[in-house]
């Protein structure tokens, strides 16, 4: 009886203790697994309030096929770790519906022999011990026999309280799998979602690349008519500069003297219009990673504001100019030439001689990619200079 419960000791520490360890392990990995999802969710969600403000504000097209590519990969990220989730919930159901067959198998085994032993005890009688006690030839055989009946004793109060600990397990493995199940369940819905969720953030990032690309082919087609009109612009200009050099043009005598823009004026210079400076003079790469160059700067303000000019001169041009759209050019003499575009009135005509500080139109949109604002330049000498250093500082 020693041996057999020495042995039974040792089913329950080597059925049991491994079971709980890996238990524990895999309970370990789930809590990984789910704080992984939790950040991969979070960093998910700060990409999403970044996407809301970028539509809510003027963008760069790439700047949110980018954040699509990114919430694209952390959705994919999430369905990867739900993935992960489940095989490690699938497992751990596998792992108790084993130890909870084990756990029932053992308990019917305890319980017929626990069933067994009632009936023998049934059978014999509650004096059964007394009689074996008392019916030995000598005393050393009662010390045996005491110890005998001891060891049944013991054994059937380890017998019994097994029973209750299988009883507990059984019911606690039963508790633990009606809770995998659910996790199960719930784990699937969010997968569900979550591939969704996925097939949508495909169709926007495609729909977002057709976007990218037509804004591509806009951009494009829009940086080839820049070029054209700023290549009119210098015809125009070249022309009245060969005319008056030849001193056959019918210019005025500004246009036949000295400038009216003097090298003491520079950085002095009245603004044409009050506002703030939307896009500077030189090369600039746009998000899209086209370059353009701006012969001028860009000045917003508000549709109607009156245009006035920096210096006196004679109208040279007065009328629509490609991508200028509504635009006035001032010869101020000298080869000197002031540029007033994106207009949306003129109040002047070709030929007329303006003074300085005279309205000659009004603040329009000639380009849909920007705000209302005055495109305003310098020609000095002949090549376009950087009209802000000329103007007074404000």
Not at 68 to 92: C, F, P
Not at 116 to 131: A, S, T
Not at 292 to 317: E, F, K, M, Q, Y
């Amino acid at each position: 009886m020693r041996y057999r419960a020495i042995a039974l000791g040792a089913m329950l520490l080597l059925g049991v203790l491994p079971m709980a360890l890996t238990a524990q392990d895999t309970d370990a990995r789930l809590k990984s697994n789910r704080e992984e999802l939790d950040r991969i969710r979070r960093e998910r969600a700060e990409l999403q309030q970044r996407m809301n403000k970028l539509q809510s504000s003027a963008h760069s097209l790439n700047d949110e096929l980018k954040n699509i590519n990114k919430q694209h990969d952390a959705t994919k990220r999430v369905v990867s770790s739900l993935d992960q989730q489940l095989g490690l919930i699938t497992d751990e159901v596998k792992g108790t519906t084993s130890s909870l067959v084990r756990a029932e198998d053992e308990a019917e085994a305890k319980r017929a022999i626990l069933n067994h032993r009632l009936v023998e005890i049934y059978k014999r009688g509650p004096l059964f011990d007394f009689q074996a006690l008392l019916s030995a030839d000598s005393f050393g055989e009662l010390i045996a026999r005491y110890k005998y009946l001891h060891e049944i004793a013991v054994h059937d109060r380890a017998l019994v309280k097994r029973m209750d600990d299988l009883r507990t397990t059984i019911r606690g493995r039963r508790r633990q799998l009606v809770s995998l199940q659910s996790d199960v369940q719930q784990n699937r819905l969010e997968k569900a979602q979550e591939e969704s969720r996925l097939q949508a953030l495909e169709s926007q990032r495609q729909k977002s690349l057709v976007r990218v690309q037509a804004d591509s082919r806009k951009t494009q087609e829009r940086l080839a008519q820049v070029k054209r009109s700023e290549s009119r612009l210098n015809d125009i200009i070249s022309s009245i500069e060969a005319a008056r050099r030849r001193g056959s043009s019918k210019a005025s005598a500004i246009a036949r003297g000295a400038s009216s823009i003097k090298t003491s004026d520079y950085g002095k210079l009245d603004w044409p219009v009050d506002g703030n400076i939307l896009y500077n003079f030189g090369r600039v790469v746009r998000p899209d990673n086209t370059t353009l160059r701006w012969n001028g700067i860009g000045i917003a303000a508000a549709p109607g504001t009156p245009v006035r000019a920096v210096a006196a001169g004679d109208v040279v041009l007065a009328g629509q100019l490609g991508t200028y759209g509504q635009t006035v050019i001032v010869e101020h003499g000298g080869g000197d030439y002031s540029v007033y575009g994106s207009l949306s009135r003129i109040s002047v005509a070709k030929g007329a001689h303006i003074s300085k500080g005279q309205v000659i139109g009004e603040v329009g949109t000639s380009d849909p990619d920007l705000p209302p604002h005055l495109h305003f330049e310098i020609r000095h000498g002949g090549p376009a200079v950087d009209p802000a250093t000329w103007l007074r500082g404000h």
